[in-house]
């Protein structure tokens, strides 16, 4: 446990994903970490997901922004979509210590200590050995939703991508809002990697269809 957090979390990586839907090339996603830096003087974790590109007559920009503490727990969750005519931005600011969650248009929301973002999820889940445990539960809050989100492991899968071949858990995070971190219904699965712990894969569902994502480059 100790020498995946160093490697992928003390230090930075850049993971980029090819995007497809269905037999068409859709762009890329860029899934970026920090390594251990600081924020407000507090040693942190910076973790960013930048998607780009689409479709015809329907072009998306999206960047994604999660500060977390060492203890994987979000302090700063920040949205900035541009998808076809459709534009949002807007943050999350967690208080753990006091149970809340603020947010940029003023609203405030009880929350479950600890709770986690999007994409805090995706690093803690990298944490965890799959063959040890079929299931983990994790408090998560965003969007205006608290609830408890089961990340499951639904098959074991070895996976081909241009840098290689995988021996990967399949999980899937399952929510009851029902809605991914790509703002679609129907959730996600993602394919990790059992010795490296790499996400060599992701699939979900977008406003206009499904769109897998697979590892091309490691930075």
Not at 13 to 20: D, G, I, P, Q, R
Not at 65 to 86: A, F, M
Request: with cysteine; aromatic share 14%.
């Amino acid at each position: 446990m100790i020498q995946l957090v160093v490697l992928f979390l003390s230090r930075p990586e850049t993971l980029v994903y090819e995007a497809k839907f269905g037999p068409f090339k859709a762009g890329k996603l860029y899934l970026i970490s920090s390594g251990r830096t600081t924020w407000k003087g507090k040693p942190v974790y910076r973790f960013k997901l930048i998607a780009t590109g689409g479709v015809p007559f329907f072009r998306i920009n999206d960047t994604i922004l999660s500060i977390t503490d060492t203890n994987l727990r979000p302090l700063l969750y920040k949205k900035v979509q541009h998808e076809g005519n459709y534009h949002f931005w807007g943050w999350i600011a967690y208080d753990h210590y006091n149970g809340e969650a603020l947010y940029s248009d003023g609203q405030r929301m009880r929350i479950e200590p600890g709770s986690l973002d999007p994409l805090s999820l995706v690093y803690v889940v990298r944490l965890m050995d799959f063959d040890s445990s079929k299931e983990y539960v994790f408090p998560y809050h965003v969007d205006y939703v608290s609830e408890r989100v089961k990340v499951k492991l639904v098959s074991k899968e070895r996976v081909k991508t241009p840098l290689g071949t995988y021996d990967c858990w399949v999980v899937k995070p399952i929510m009851r809002s029902g809605r991914n971190v790509f703002g679609g219904k129907g959730g996600m699965r993602i394919w990790i990697d059992r010795k490296t712990r790499l996400p060599v894969k992701v699939e979900a569902k977008m406003i206009f269809g499904n769109a897998v994502g697979t590892l091309i480059k490691v930075k």
